[in-house]
C-alpha cells in the first residue's frame, strides 16, 4: 500500500535522511524507531508529502505523492507529534472542517464525522469543545480528525506523548481495529513496549539511515545472548498463567531479547540531544 524508495533529505550540508526505503502493507502496522535526531520525523514528512525528498519516490498504491492535491495525498491521514486541532470548535465541528478539507459534504461529511468520533470513544462528547477534554481526549480527537475522509494510509508521529496508560490503551485499541480494517499503518514512537505491542515490522534507524528492519523476532536474534537482559525464573511460565496476567492489563516476559536490547544494540546508549 505504502512504498518508499530510496528517500533522501538535506537541509545545508547535513543529510537528514540517507537512502531509506520501506514498505507497509494494508492490514499492518510498521514501527519506525530511532534516536532523537535519527531522521524519523523527516522521513514522515516526506511520506505524507510535506517534505518533498531530495532523491527518492513515495506512492500510495501505486499512485505517486506528488503536488499539493495529488489522488495520493488524499489516501494519507496524518498524527502530527503536537495536537492539531481547534479548541474553541465542538468535536463534531473539528471533524466537519478536516473531512470538508477533503471534499466531503452534507451527510456523507456528518456521518463520516459521527463514525471517526465513535471510533476513538468521543461520540458523547462531540458537541463539547476540546478546550475541556484532558491531554489523552485530545490525542484521540487529533487522530480522529486524520481518519475523517478514511485514508487507506495512516502515518502517526508519537501520538501517545503525554497521556496516562488508559489512554494510551484506548489508542492501541483503536489502531488495532485500525489494522483489521485493513489500514496501512507507520507508527513512531520512543516507547519500546508500545512497538513490542503494536508494530507486525519495526523499521531502525540512526542517523538517517536504515540500520535494521524485520519482525521482532528476526530483530531479537541480532543482539548476542550475553547482551540481553533476561527475567529470572524458577520453571517454566505456565500459559494460563501469562493469560490471566495478560487479561489484568500485566505482561510476563520470557527469558531473551527484549526490543529496546535491540535498539541499545544497535545505536549505543550514549545520550542523544
Not at 107 to 134: H, I, Y
Request: aromatic share 4%.
Amino acid at each position: 500500500m505504502l512504498v518508499a524508495t530510496d528517500l533522501w533529505k538535506s537541509y545545508g550540508a547535513k543529510a537528514a535522511v540517507a537512502g531509506v526505503s520501506l514498505t507497509v502493507g494494508a492490514g499492518e502496522i510498521v514501527g519506525l524507531l530511532g534516536p532523537n535526531g535519527a531522521g524519523k520525523s523527516t522521513t514522515v514528512a516526506m511520506l505524507c508529502g510535506l517534505a518533498a525528498p531530495d532523491r527518492g519516490t513515495v506512492a500510495i498504491g501505486g499512485d505517486a505523492v506528488g503536488g499539493e492535491a495529488s489522488a495520493a495525498k488524499r489516501r494519507i491521514g496524518l498524527v502530527t507529534q503536537e495536537v492539531a486541532i481547534f479548541e474553541a470548535l465542538s468535536a463534531r465541528a473539528n471533524l466537519e472542517l478536516f473531512g470538508a478539507l477533503y471534499g466531503l459534504e452534507g451527510p456523507q461529511l456528518a456521518e463520516r464525522a459521527m463514525g471517526a468520533l465513535d471510533l476513538v470513544g468521543l461520540s458523547a462528547q462531540a458537541n463539547a469543545k476540546p478546550a475541556t477534554f484532558s491531554g489523552g481526549m485530545k490525542r484521540r480527537l487529533n487522530i480522529a480528525c486524520a481518519l475523517v475522509h478514511e485514508p487507506a494510509v495512516l502515518l502517526l508521529d508519537e501520538p501517545t506523548v503525554g497521556v496516562d496508560p488508559q489512554s494510551r490503551n484506548a489508542i492501541f485499541d483503536n489502531l488495532e481495529t485500525l489494522r483489521a480494517q485493513g489500514k496501512a499503518l507507520v507508527y513512531t514512537t520512543h516507547y519500546m513496549e508500545e512497538a513490542e505491542r503494536l508494530c507486525d515490522r519495526v523499521v531502525i534507524m540512526d542517523h538517517g539511515r536504515v540500520i535494521a528492519s524485520g519482525d521482532r523476532e528476526s530483530l531479537r536474534g541480532l543482539v548476542p545472548p550475553a547482551n540481553a537482559r533476561r527475567l529470572e525464573l524458577e520453571g517454566e511460565i505456565d500459559d494460563g498463567l501469562v493469560q490471566l496476567l495478560a487479561a489484568r492489563g500485566l505482561a510476563v516476559r520470557r527469558p531473551g531479547a527484549t526490543l529496546e536490547d535491540v535498539f541499545l544494540h544497535l545505536t549505543g546508549r550514549a545520550l542523544r540531544d
